[in-house]
């Protein structure tokens, strides 16, 4: 599956909105969600994905991991592990290279999608450009749900 060229590191750290997503248990009755990503000094990046349970008024919690980079020449495929020792594809598949302001990850069986922004809402004409990318990369679109956000 076809990644973006390059992904410069820095610039893609911090905080992410999830606008939808693929149905993923581990994200069941999950609202407000977000993601976000900071370096570490031996090189991974902390990963904090966080979501309000049941309604966005809900309880916060969090669920903390590392990452790392397996694919040098594009910084486009990661590894994210939550859990030990299981690890998952994290691949940049779209990304706003110009100002880093949306993102598409998912992973090589296209189980899992991610449409990612810096802020809570997005553009209906991108959201819809970004999902039929998606859909020619072979994603089932048609089962995304939509991120309630703030």
Excluded at 32 to 53: H, Q, W
Excluded at 55 to 69: C, F, I, Q, Y
Excluded at 132 to 143: H, I, M, P, S, V
């Amino acid at each position: 599956m076809k990644v973006v060229q390059h992904v410069d590191l820095s610039r893609y750290l911090g905080t992410w909105y999830e606008i939808v997503r693929l149905p993923a248990w581990f994200e069941r009755g999950c609202t407000g969600v977000t993601a976000t990503y900071s370096i570490r000094e031996d090189g991974y990046i902390d990963v904090v994905n966080s979501c309000n349970k049941g309604s966005l008024d809900g309880p916060r919690k969090e669920a903390k991991g590392k990452a790392w980079v397996v694919d040098k020449n594009t910084n486009a495929k990661l590894k994210v592990r939550f859990f030990w020792p299981f690890a998952g594809d994290y691949w940049i598949i779209d990304l706003d290279e110009k100002n880093y302001q949306y993102a598409v990850v998912g992973d090589p069986g296209r189980k899992y999608l991610w449409v990612l922004s810096r802020t809570p809402k997005m553009s209906e004409t991108i959201l819809n450009r970004l999902l039929d990318r998606a859909r020619g990369l072979g994603y089932n679109t048609e089962k995304v749900e939509r991120t309630l956000q703030v």
